[in-house]
T-cell receptor, first 111, second 114 residues
Framework: TQLLEQSPQFLSIQEGENLTVYCNSS?????LQWYRQEPGEGPVLLVT?????EVKKLKRLTFQFGDARKDSSLHITAAQPGDTGLYLC???????????FGTGTSLTVIP | ETGVTQTPRHLVMGMTNKKSLKCEQH?????MYWYKQSAKKPLELMFV???????ENNSVPSRFSPECPNSSHLFLHLHTLQPEDSALYLC?????????????FGPGTRLTVT
């Protein structure tokens, strides 16, 4: 059983469409991060959320941390081909000093 | 160069070979990490070094042997690997070994064990 479940696993959409990907758990996290990993590269941090209910916006990307700090979502508005990549969420628990990663959502935006 | 670099980018090795992966960070960070990324699995933290001292080994088989000669360099020595060890091996660094500090990842070494 994965600590963090991401859905969908794969997503292929047309340029200009909106999409939401999810990161769910039964555990509570003190903070949660979202990364994007492009082919042939390592993950790059997009955002860190730390407060339940927190919403952060990064241009066309909107990140939300659930009120109970067990889940998170990433919404992309008007997707562009440059958004293509593997989106990973990672959560830090209240004890320990480690981030636990989800399996990722592979997004393809078709021009 | 800047950031975190890894060499080689691709490696094919037989099960009886010995090889090493190299990671170098130019960020002045004090903590360095090795991760394994396999298809359909979450990133797995393998080893952590903090100020050159190994602080974590997450039940990694002894055929993987890390080495951190200084805060800027990290190696992963490989010996007698199995086909299931084929994966992308990612190195990362952060200023300190605390989750509040951002981790910067290298591009990874794609390892294939034949």
């Amino acid at each position: 059983t994965q600590l963090l479940e991401q859905s969908p696993q794969f997503l292929s959409i047309q340029e200009g469409e909106n999409l939401t990907v999810y990161c769910n758990s039964s555990s509570v996290f003190s903070s949660l991060q979202w990364y994007r990993q492009e082919p042939g590269e390592g993950p790059v941090l997009l955002v860190t959320v730390v407060t339940g209910g927190e919403v952060k916006k990064l241009k066309r990307l909107t990140f939300q941390f659930g009120d109970a700090r067990k889940d998170s979502s990433l919404h992309i508005t008007a997707a562009q081909p440059g958004d293509t990549g593997l989106y990973l969420c990672a959560g830090a628990r209240n004890t320990g000093n480690q981030f636990y990663f989800g399996t990722g959502t592979s997004l393809t935006v078709i021009p | 160069e800047t950031g975190v670099t890894q060499t080689p980018r691709h490696l094919v090795m037989g099960m009886t070979n010995k090889k090493s992966l190299k990671c170098e960070q130019h960020l002045g960070h004090n903590a360095m990490y090795w991760y394994k990324q396999s298809a359909k699995k979450p990133l797995e933290l393998m080893f952590v070094y903090n100020f050159k001292e190994q602080t974590e080994n997450n039940s990694v088989p002894s055929r993987f042997s890390p080495e951190c000669p200084n805060s800027s360099h990290l190696f992963l020595h490989l010996h007698t690997l199995q086909p299931e060890d084929s994966a992308l091996y990612l190195c990362a660094s952060s200023l300190y070994r605390l989750v509040s500090y951002e981790q910067y990842f290298g591009p990874g070494t794609r390892l294939t064990v034949t």
